[in-house]
């Protein structure tokens, strides 16, 4: 079992910058991909950026060249030249192998507001 818990949302100005963090405990060894996704109402949850063991670095479209995730800590996502459209729930997720299979932990999200 894996679990993982975001933190480091809160609110920033348009332009501004901030960095989340997920803590991931319990069999980390079993995780081949740890990522971020995001969330408004009344939309769908959509890919942020993730990262797998093998190096395979993903970024959602309207992130690109923006957000950085890093192979070497995919715990931390670096977020900058926020825009108020980045305004959502955050969440952490990790994909882990358990019983033959892969499964997929999902925190509790954290709040990024963007606005001035």
């Known amino acids: 079992q894996v679990t993982v818990e975001e933190s480091g949302g809160g609110w920033v100005q348009p332009g501004g910058s901030l960095r989340l963090s997920c803590a991931a405990s319990g069999s980390i060894f079993y995780i081949n991909r740890m990522g971020w996704y995001r969330q408004v109402p009344g939309k769908q949850r959509e890919l942020v950026a993730s990262?797998?063991?093998?190096g395979d670095l993903r970024y959602g479209d309207s992130v690109k060249g923006r957000f950085g995730l890093s192979r070497d800590n995919a715990n931390v996502l670096e977020m900058n030249d926020l825009k108020p459209e980045d305004t959502a729930v955050y969440y952490c997720?990790?994909?882990?192998?358990?019983?033959?299979?892969?499964?997929?932990?999902w925190g509790q999200g954290t709040q990024v507001t963007v606005s001035s």
């Open positions: 990262v797998a063991k093998s």
């Open positions: 997720t990790a994909e882990f192998w358990e019983n033959g299979h892969f499964r997929n932990a």
